[in-house]
Every structure is written in C-alpha cells, then in structure tokens.
C-alpha cells in the first residue's frame, strides 16, 4: 500500500493535527516505512507456528495467596451510619 501527501493531510486531519507540508513530507516517509515493514511481516509464511503472548519464554514468579491483614469489618462497620447483616446500607440514587 502506497501513501501520497493528500492521504497524509486527510489521515491529520481525521486525527485533528495541525500538519505543515514540511511536516506532511517527513511522516509520508516515516508512514510508508511502517506500512512497507508491514507488508514484509504479512509476506512470512506462518502455518504451524502457534500464536505467542509475549516475545521471550518468560514466566511470572507467583507467591502463595495468603490472608496478611485480619478482617476488620465490625470495626469499620462500627461507625458506619447504617449497616445490616454485614452490608453497608446507602440512600437509593437511581429510581
């Protein structure tokens, strides 16, 4: 896929950028670059390669998913306003 300066000013224009003609003639070329690198990618033959998450075999160390604070919910609950059977009661703002 080919670029000219009037498909750069309309893509600045749909993208509410100010362009100068200066300015139009540098991203032209820095556009038709990326869309040149992208046409190579689309070229690869990738039958039988399976999709990655992430570029490097890489995993996330886990820890052991633990209680670490005790539960203070009738402490906060405490001096709430309104509270019933562990709920939290507020005024109906949606009717």
Same mark, same amino acid.
């Given at each position: 896929?080919?670029?000219? *300066?009037? @498909?750069?000013?309309?893509?600045?224009?749909?993208? /509410?950028?100010? *362009?100068?003609?200066?300015?139009? +003639?540098?991203?032209?070329?820095?556009?038709?670059?990326?869309?040149?690198?992208?046409?190579?990618?689309?070229?690869? @033959?990738?039958?039988? *390669?399976?999709?990655?998450?992430?570029?490097?075999?890489?995993?996330?160390?886990? /820890? +052991? @998913?633990?209680?670490?604070?005790?539960?203070?919910?009738? @402490?906060?609950?405490? *001096?709430?306003?309104?509270?019933?059977?562990?709920?939290?009661?507020?005024?109906?703002?949606?009717?």
């Amino acid at each position: 896929m080919s670029l000219n *300066i009037q @498909d750069v000013q309309r893509i600045a224009h749909l993208a /509410r950028i100010e *362009i100068s003609p200066t300015e139009a +003639e540098a991203t032209l070329s820095k556009l038709s670059g990326i869309l040149g690198l992208i046409e190579q990618m689309q070229a690869v @033959d990738t039958t039988g *390669i399976e999709p990655m998450s992430h570029s490097q075999d890489v995993t996330q160390r886990l /820890r +052991e @998913d633990t209680v670490t604070e005790t539960n203070r919910r009738k @402490d906060f609950q405490a *001096i709430a306003p309104l509270v019933e059977d562990g709920l939290y009661l507020v005024p109906k703002v949606i009717e």
